[in-house]
């Protein structure tokens, strides 16, 4: 194959200068009966990243594996995968730090496929519409901001950028698609705390929900798997607490809150 | 033109408008939280009194109907009895209720595991009645 | 034209069978990647559910007490011996994983102590370690 897009990434895996690494990638395609795995070998480099590894193979031995980047610093949350069964972010996911003669590569769980290493993120972004949170939101302009040199603190509203790892991780969502799932759940907390022109009793009562915050189990594989810093599983306790609380006052306490 | 396929979306969030008419969660959890704290406390002694105090590490006849003479114990056995079985057939639910059944189904099992409860704690307050009248 | 709108309405339904490869009402049993938490969790459901069906088996037990003194101390003395005893110690290890996990389960549920719940999850099993060793020297005690 000619040289491709991604050519200058390639330059990681050079050839007859990495170590041979196994790589069993999941292959289906529309119309399969079944999905398999299939076996390349690919010579990676110190800081060969499982991205490069998959693009190289993409490149120069199956130009037809189809799989999902953008920004190649785990800030856009498009390339997460599961890698020897563990949650990750293709695109800073080191080869080496794996420490494993054969890499397996799957994509999310949980998720309706589509082809190979990509997934529908439309199942994952409905559960966000579901607690009435706008995808799209705008993002506050902070005074502090506006600082220039000696700027002193910046805020972050929000870590989580949508990779889905979590919901991958979540063992009751494997189990129940009907369960919102630590993302939104997540969310909603977010806009508890802060509405920012949402009405945060209304999320409130949807996360009360059978399928809202009380499914969870306190596995915390969602905060384990999540490479943003978000903690979902700390969230949605968040959202317990103040749920039990309400409930507690409400019986025992006065009208007001 | 033909009609495009509702996407899977569309499927996930109408399943999740809220019920109504569904006593809240919340109850059921903090239940189970609190008959697991009691079972935790209770199971203990249980141990203890049946596995400790006896020499033999396990009461025979005459043992029992000495341990369920006094009325303090009985009442203890009796609410162990009581909020393990609450907190096991509650734990069995909230398992069940992983598989995704409908409202009614899932009603259904509520009421079955409710009888079922009664009649276990039914058959251990006959049970002790029995041991206790025994001459 | 006619083509692509085919093709679009199967990516809108991939076969569902090879979209949920480990799906299915026990997709939570799987073991695969598992931490220390989703262990947690896995086990907390297994040792609940076995501690359920030991209650059925106790109560069954138990009522060998209704028949009489000959009929209940036979049954001790199959109870003190070493392949029962063995039970025994499974049994008291599932009590004490179950309901020192669940002390965990019930603290975080709450929002509490939510920053150090792996700490807290880890002493806890350790306070059950201990906890294993004193019923198992008792039960050879015994035994």
Known sequence: ?257 | MEERQRPAGDRIATTWTPSQEEAKPTWGWMLQAVTGMLVLVLVTLHMIANHFVVKSGLRDFADVVAYLSNPVVVALEVLFLVVVTWHGLLGLRAVLFDFGFSRRTESWITRILWVVGVAIVAYGLWLTWVITSYH | MSDQTADRSRVERPDEGASRRRRGVIGWADPRGRRLGGWAFILNRLTGLGILLYLFMHLVVLSLLARGPSAWDGFVSIALSPVFLSFDIVLIFGLLLHGLNGIRVTLVGFGLVVDRQKAIFVALMVVGALALIVAALRIIEVG
């Open chain 1, 1 to 257: 194959m000619s040289a491709a897009i991604d050519s200058h990434r390639d330059t990681h895996a050079t050839e007859g200068t990495g170590r041979p690494t196994r790589f069993r990638v999941f292959r289906y395609k529309q119309g399969d009966r079944a999905p398999h795995f299939d076996e390349f070998s690919v010579e990676v480099a110190e800081e060969t990243t499982v991205l490069d590894a998959l693009i190289s193979i993409r490149n120069r031995q199956d130009p037809t594996l189809i799989l999902r980047h953008s920004c190649y610093h785990a800030s856009c949350g498009t390339c997460g995968l599961r890698v020897n069964d563990q949650e990750v972010m293709a695109c800073v996911t080191k080869v080496a730090d794996l420490k494993s003669a054969v890499v397996k590569v799957e994509p999310i769980a949980n998720q309706t496929l589509v082809a190979d290493l990509v997934t529908d993120m439309v199942d994952f972004y409905a559960r966000f519409n579901a607690i009435g949170r706008s995808l799209i939101q705008n993002s506050d302009w902070l005074p502090e901001a506006g600082r220039p040199p000696g700027v002193e603190t910046y805020r972050r509203f929000e870590n989580c950028i949508e990779c889905g790892l979590c919901l991958s991780a979540c063992p009751i969502v494997a189990s129940d698609p009907r369960y919102l799932g630590p993302a939104a759940l997540a969310a909603a907390w977010r806009a508890i705390e802060e509405p920012r022109g949402l009405d945060p009793e209304a999320v409130l009562q949807l996360t009360d929900d059978a399928q809202g915050s009380w499914r969870c189990h306190a596995a915390f594989e969602c905060s384990e798997a999540c490479p943003a810093n978000v903690d979902p599983a700390g969230k949605i306790m968040l959202v317990r607490r103040r749920l039990a609380a309400d409930h507690l006052r409400s019986i025992f306490g006065g009208r007001h809150s």
